[in-house]
Every structure is written in C-alpha cells, then in structure tokens.
C-alpha cells in the first residue's frame, strides 16, 4: 500500500512502503457526473461481494468507528480508535499513546506537534482501506480479470485479480488476488502486492495476503474482527502467519462538524 520511516520489523515482514493509493481515499464520482463509458463495469464477483456486505445501507451511514489493536512478529504495533466517513473520505485515528492523526480530505496532520511522524500516514490509509476494502471494489480505475478457483482454509474458494488502470494513484502496477467464500459470500481475504517505489518484478516477489475471520453483524451489516496477515505465493497460496489485528467496539456515527479538522496543536505530515 516513496520510503516511509516505521518500525522496521514491521516494515520487513509487511513488505508494505507508504502510498495514497492504498488508500484510494478519494470521494468516487457521483452516479449524475459519471458517463455510461466512464462507469465502472462491475462484475457478478464483486456484485455478491458487495450485496453481502450490504454496500448500500454502509454507505448510506455517515460515519463509522472502531477500536483496532494491530499486532506483528509478536509484539504490539498499534493500538487505538479509528473514526472515518464511512465512503474513507476523512479519517481521524486516535492511538492509545494520546497521538492524533486526521485526515481531513486533503491533507494529513498529527499532534501534537512534538510527536514523531513515525509511519503516522501510513497506519492512517492503510489499515482504514483494509476495514473498507469490501466496499472500495468499484472504485473507478478498478480492473478485474482471471477467475480462478484457489484454496483457503481448506476449501476452495472463488477469486478474481484485481489490477487498475494506468495513473489511478501512486502504484498503477499493483494488483491484489481477492477470495470470496463460495458458501456465503463474505470478503475472505485478499493476496497483494506493493510496487512503489520499485519495479512490478522486485514487487512480485514480496507478496503478501490478509485473511477476514470472525464476521459479526453490525446495524446488519458484516464486520470481520479479526484479520490475519501471511505470506503468500501463487502456487502454495496463503502460508505462514505474521501478523494480527483485531477490531472491536464497531460502532455507526453522526460525527462532530470539527472531528476532521486540524487542530492547533499540529503538524503536516506530507507524503514522502
């Protein structure tokens, strides 16, 4: 999901540098502004993806919170309380360190102004896109192709590649193998790669996947509170685990008007 300074455990076993287009936390185009050429075409995989995960009723709520708990090699990484507009287009993480980090649509901020940015704009875009990935399928740019069946947890499991077109964010050579559950059509995990910064072969060879576990019903709608992070390989699929997060507390909201807005306090934290 440009260099970002993070911990560098985490760095090497998540093989991820910061990029925006990870995130892909731009508001889409309104159905009115869209051209029918310009419309994304969406395929019946990510259809039942997105019906199951009630794409509709989560995007018609405002915004969305939850308290994440992220853990690799071991040892804690972040922990804290995400708040975003629920279609990503602001973002405000509050970390139990008594850091904040917002986006407000434009820019990103921290306080206060004595912390270290660390990997502050990466934890911001990364692991909100992970929680709303059932939800960002369809952005516009988004490309599917290769259905395959592969194996996870035993079962198979449909997939479809997901790449995206030329100039769609920092990283037009990425591509992610998404896994649908065959049974109930859950969002079961995700294969991808990072090729910022570095050519699409060095980035082939560092993939790595997310698998959703433990859905629970939020206002009706499905949130996976737990997510397990592997390496991965096209031939073996899904291997050792590295990494955990765990999601509690979801919660729908009407946000402050000031919840998203930089405060005193603060300062930029610019893209690498």
């Not at 291997?239 to 930029?268: C, H, M, Y």
């Amino acid at each position: 999901m440009k260099q970002i300074i993070i911990i560098s455990a985490f760095a090497l076993i998540l093989s991820c540098n910061k990029k925006e287009k990870f995130n892909k936390a731009t508001e889409p185009p309104s159905e009115t502004t869209l051209s029918t050429e310009n419309k994304p075409k969406i395929s019946p995989f990510t259809q039942k993806i997105e019906r199951t995960h009630k794409k509709t009723a989560y995007l018609n709520k405002e915004a969305i919170s939850f308290d994440i708990d992220v853990k690799f090699g071991g040892k804690d990484y972040l922990n804290g309380t995400f708040t975003m507009l629920t279609d990503g287009t602001k973002i405000r993480l509050d970390s139990k360190d008594n850091t904040k980090v917002i986006y407000n649509g434009n820019e990103v901020f921290m306080s206060p102004k004595t912390a270290e940015i660390g990997g502050a704009r990466f934890d911001i875009f990364t692991w909100s896109y992970f929680f709303n990935l059932p939800y960002k399928l369809n952005d516009p740019g988004t490309k599917w192709s290769s259905p395959k069946q592969r194996p996870l947890n035993g079962s198979m499991h449909h997939t479809e590649k997901l790449s995206f077109e030329s100039g769609i964010g920092d990283a037009p050579d990425d591509w992610y193998v998404v896994y649908k559950n065959a049974i109930d059509n859950t969002l079961a995990g995700a294969a991808y790669i990072v090729s910022f910064g570095k050519d699409l072969a060095a980035a082939e060879k560092e993939p790595h996947a997310v698998k959703y576990n433990n859905y629970q019903n939020v206002d009706g709608i499905p949130v996976s509170k737990q997510w397990t992070f592997h390496n991965w390989n096209e031939k073996d699929g899904y291997g050792n685990q590295i990494g955990e997060v765990t999601i509690n507390n979801v919660k729908f909201l009407n946000p402050e008007d000031n919840l998203f807005s930089k405060t005193e306090d603060s300062k930029a934290v610019p893209a690498p």
